[in-house]
């Protein structure tokens, strides 16, 4: 696995080149003069908020594996969150990180169906939640983001219709047998005729497959109301504690910011991660950081460069080569 991936993590060192180049080569004395002043207490308390967000998801996991698995133990539970880390960051649009966590699960001894539907249900709960939380931000906040980013609220807008359209499919497909028959009385014979798909009769097939799996794990997680209400409390307090970390690393660099903006950093946090979610290369590199300038600069003013770089090495770079030791160290993989 790690061999078919060097090429993307090569792209993540050559785009985080580029952009440190570009960052200090426009604004080289000024970001070293904010970094030379770092408070070093508000840099730990950044860094425990991005530690403490990795400790809850894998507390989680930790909780579904140990109901099927007695002996399963935090510290594998960690291995397989800090995989899901790794490989995240070095994949297109993350899509690694929850293959990673399957075949760690399985040479864990956890039942592949088992650990398919917990990653199900995180992506399900993960999505509902960026949803609903992106909703109230855009009603309550509306005023405040047209005036400050009119040119650019059009964009808000599009990632989280896509969002909302994302995770409506998702139940569609779970309840929906007139959306069933859509896509395969249309959708696929339409893609066949435009040649995107080939054997369209096998595609059906192999559709028709996936869906039942997916309808079975999706009842699954509905009858167990009780680690579906776990999995979306767990997400929503890593959603806040990674949305703190922009404030966190500002007030690390010194910068004139008090609390009172707290509300409004994490409501911009989100919209950052929103949108980097459709940049299509590792870790959205070059567009998660281009949103954070373009977002925080209203608020951070002449220090913003400084607090990017930061906050993108506390919360990309810093847990992309922790995790990368962590999953070396899994020795089930080596057997």
């Known amino acids: 696995m790690l061999k078919n991936n060097k090429r993307n993590f090569i792209i993540v060192l050559i785009i985080a080149f580029i952009v ?3 960052s200090f080569k426009n604004d080289y004395e ?9 408070n070093y207490g508000w840099l730990f308390v950044a860094v425990m908020a991005v530690f403490f967000n990795q400790l809850i998801d894998t507390w989680f996991i930790y909780y579904y594996c140990k109901r099927h698995k007695k002996e399963y133990k935090f510290f594998k539970a960690y ?4 995989s899901g880390v790794f490989f995240s960051a070095i994949t297109p649009s993350n899509s690694g990180g929850q293959f990673a966590q399957v075949l760690v699960l399985s040479k864990q001894g956890i039942n592949t169906k088992l650990s398919a539907s917990m990653l199900m249900l995180s992506f399900i709960s993960w999505q509902t939640i960026l949803v609903v939380f992106s909703f109230f931000v855009l009603i309550f906040n509306y005023s405040h983001m047209i005036t400050l980013y009119s040119g650019f609220i059009s964009v808000v807008f599009i990632t989280f219709i896509i969002d909302t359209c994302v995770i409506c499919g ?3 497909l779970a309840f929906s047998k007139k959306f069933h ?3 395969f009385s249309k ?8 040649r995107i798909i080939k054997d369209v009769e096998g595609k059906k097939q192999s559709t028709e497959d996936w869906l039942k799996l997916f309808r079975m794990e999706f009842n699954n997680i509905l009858l167990h109301k009780e680690i579906m209400l ?7 307090a890593k959603l806040l504690t990674i949305y703190t970390v922009p404030f966190l690393s500002a007030k690390a660099l010194n910068v004139d910011i008090g609390f009172e903006a707290l509300t409004f950093t994490i409501v911009l946090a989100s919209f950052v991660y929103m949108m980097s979610a459709f940049v299509p290369l590792p870790g959205a590199s070059g567009g998660a950081e281009g949103a954070f300038v373009i977002l925080f600069g209203v608020i951070f003013g002449a220090s913003t460069t400084a607090v990017m770089l930061l906050w993108r090495f506390l919360t990309y770079y810093l847990p992309m080569f922790v995790s990368f030791g962590f999953f070396a160290t899994i020795k089930e993989l080596k057997e």
């Open 181 to 183: 028959h859509f896509i």
């Open 20 to 22: 440190m180049f570009f």
């Open 30 to 38: 000024n970001i070293i003069e904010v970094f030379r002043n770092i």
């Open 79 to 82: 291995q397989v969150q800090q």
């Open 187 to 194: 959708i696929i014979p339409f893609l066949g005729k435009i």
């Open 170 to 172: 998702l139940f569609l």
């Open 230 to 236: 776990r999995r979306v409390l767990t997400d929503f």
